[in-house]
Nanobody, 110 residues
């Protein structure tokens, strides 16, 4: 199983960033895909997840600002992040079941 996350970087508060995660090695179409994050010095937490049906759930901190989506043809899950805040700074991880991607760093700073 491989989960390759892309799209992290430095962005100013209020800005936007889009993450993508390319998956391989498992049945992507039937799998729940999730984005988690780990802020500096804190525990890893769920940001959003999306079922094979397309139904998504969001952490309260992400509601109204972030949007998760998936493309089953390209085996990719996306996380569109708008209105970024300083507290969104974290390493963002792609996940399905017990498998984790390497993580991509998102830094929100002025």
């Amino acid at each position: 199983v491989q989960l390759q996350a892309f799209g992290g970087g430095l962005v100013q508060p209020g800005g936007s960033l889009s993450l993508s995660c390319k998956a391989s090695g498992f049945n992507f179409r039937l799998s729940v895909m999730g984005w988690y994050r780990q802020p500096p010095g804190k525990e890893r937490e769920l940001v959003a997840s999306i079922a094979s049906s397309g139904i998504a759930i969001y952490a309260d901190s992400a509601k109204g600002r972030f949007s998760i989506s998936r493309d089953n043809v390209w085996r990719t899950v996306y996380l569109q992040m708008n209105g970024l805040k300083l507290e969104d700074t974290a390493v963002y991880y792609c996940n399905t079941r017990e498998w984790w991607g390497r993580g991509t760093l998102v830094t929100v700073s002025s």
